[in-house]
């Protein structure tokens, strides 16, 4: 599917780099969710949204890392494709709070959910410099062989 207008004003790379509509619109999950692999619920650390109970309820870089190492993951220095490892990128805006996740996919390419709106495939940097901000941390975890 083709990024409607709206969107590609939200993410002005995505006018220089691949940036696809994936899936249709839903509110099952967003975007930490759907890097966590969960599609079954919103996860953010508020009263009505879904959060595990062992990490801390805010919103800071160092609780959704720990979101993600509590699955497996651990830091590393660069978003280059792994064999072997499952990576995701955490997203911050100008005041280091985290706003977004993507995963990448075994492509190389990283796979985002936009709020309530569609999944995309898109390059890491499509994401920077527009709603979400940059890219804050990327982490790995090994895939099961």
Known sequence: MALSPHLRSLFP???HEPFVETSEPTEEYNC???AYEDT???YWPDFKSYWPRNIPGEVTLKAFQLLFE???YEL???DSLEVGYQKIAIYCDVNNLP???ARQLPDGYWTSKLGPMHDV???IQNMENGAYGKVAIIMRKKLDS
């Open 99 to 101: 706003t977004h996740a």
């Open 76 to 78: 590393c220095s660069d």
């Open 32 to 34: 930490i969710a759907w």
């Open 70 to 72: 509590d699955k497996g």
């Open 13 to 15: 790379n995505s006018l």
């Open 121 to 123: 495939s898109h390059t």
């Open 40 to 42: 079954t619920q919103w």
